[in-house]
């Protein structure tokens, strides 16, 4: 009995050991978690900023000339003479290739020679037709023979039409042989040389193309068709054309027309833009990344793309309060361009929103804030709080 009352006294002083222990050490255990708990996060913030911010309907697009032109020749000869070098502008109506014209010009003598004479068989006609109307007055002479001088005279008039008519077209052999250009362009690749025999018809010479304007004809989805046509009704819509990159804009025109009819293979539409392109930025066959401005709103929200992330219930962002603790803020995005999303509703001018670190945030959590000074596209960082990218 002695011996059991010892062991319960030596547990019972073991366990008040034990607690005393505990007791000693529990303050200095608890106060890290505690303090660690209440610790600032750190986070990188941008504020959101109002400007007039362009809505746009990107599509790829191809450069088309606004002519071209293969240029044959129209008659049968040897080049004589090129006076044109590859890659030249050239305007309506200047000389680029002569054939020898010495053929068609002595066509054109016999037929100016065939004319002269028949105009003196018409002449001598006419004489004789006078003459026999004087007889036929006083009726020296039968009326069948001034009939008969009547239809020669006519005769001879029909036969200096149709001398005329090979006078003209031996002029226009003449002109043919000098081939001149029959739009302002850009000659490209020479296709013949001195001394060739081209025949009328039957093989391109030279190409022209004209540049200036410019169109760029590229393809949208059906679902803007609507968008579009509504907005086409108030104003000429800007067409922006982008480098294949989707970085660097080379030119800017405006929307001529929708295509009358939808793809329905790939359920899109094309659509005809025209840049005056008087740098010559443009060029026939390029692509093009094409960026249909169908609006401007005014004073529209900006907010980093980094700072939009989507959840559950859609796009938000998290908001650093005056306070510095951060609120969590469902926004609608109504466009995202040049890493800068467009705010419908969430956010306003002014406000901090975070764009890094805002994945360890709960609503309501204490930040400390580092100002977001990274370049537009680039990823942002916090030490060990992560990446600001989405």
């Known amino acids: 009995m002695v011996r059991l009352t010892r062991v319960i006294v030596g547990c019972a002083a073991a366990i008040v050991l034990v607690v005393a222990l505990a007791l000693i050490f529990r303050p200095h255990a608890a106060k890290t978690p505690a303090a660690a708990g209440n610790s600032p996060i750190p986070v990188l913030a941008a504020p959101a900023t109002a400007e007039d911010v362009p809505i746009i309907l990107r599509g790829l697009g191809n450069v088309t000339a606004f002519n071209t032109v293969a240029v044959r ?18 305007k309506a109506g200047d000389l680029l290739i002569e054939i020898d014209a010495r053929p068609f ?27 026999y109307a004087q007889l036929l007055q006083k009726n020296y002479a039968p009326e069948q023979q001034y009939a008969t001088q009547q239809a020669t005279v006519e005769q001879d008039e029909a036969t200096i039409k149709n001398d005329q008519a090979a006078i003209d077209a031996a002029k226009l052999n003449v002109e043919y042989a000098s081939i001149r250009s029959p739009i302002d362009g850009i000659v490209g690749i020479r296709q013949v040389d001195v001394g060739n025999l081209v025949q009328a018809n039957s093989q391109t010479l030279l190409v022209i193309t004209q540049i200036k304007p410019i169109f760029v004809i ?31 804009q080379i030119s800017k025109g405006v ?28 060029w026939p066959g390029q692509f093009v990344n094409a960026h249909l401005v169908l609006e401007v709103v ?66 309501g959590a204490k930040v ?4 977001d000074n990274t370049p537009a596209g680039a ?7 992560g990446t600001g990218t989405r």
């Open 218 to 248: 590229f393809s949208l989805p059906e679902a803007d068709i609507p968008r579009i046509r509504s907005a086409m009704t108030d104003r000429k819509l800007a067409v922006q054309a982008y480098d294949p990159t989707d970085q660097k």
């Open 298 to 363: 005014p004073d529209g929200v900006t907010v980093p793309a980094a700072a939009v992330q989507t959840g559950p219930n859609g796009h938000f962002v998290y908001v650093v309060r005056s306070d510095g603790t951060a609120d969590l803020r469902t926004v609608t995005v109504i466009q995202t361009e040049n890493e800068r999303s467009l705010i419908g509703s969430g956010v306003t001018a002014g406000e901090q929103v975070v764009t890094a670190g805002w994945f360890r945030l709960t609503p």
């Open 368 to 371: 400390t804030v580092s100002t």
């Open 255 to 282: 929307l001529n027309l929708i295509d009358n009819q939808v793809d329905q293979a790939t359920g899109t539409v094309k659509l005809k833009a025209e840049f005056t392109n008087s740098d010559a930025a443009l």
């Open 73 to 90: 020749t129209r008659v049968t000869g040897n080049i004589i003479r090129i006076n044109f070098t590859e890659g030249q502008e050239v």
């Open 379 to 385: 990823p942002a960082t916090v030490g060990a709080a």
């Open 105 to 131: 010009q002595a066509v054109l003598d016999q037929a100016n020679a065939t004319l002269a004479k028949d105009e003196a068989s018409l002449k001598n006609a006419q004489t004789d037709l006078a003459r």
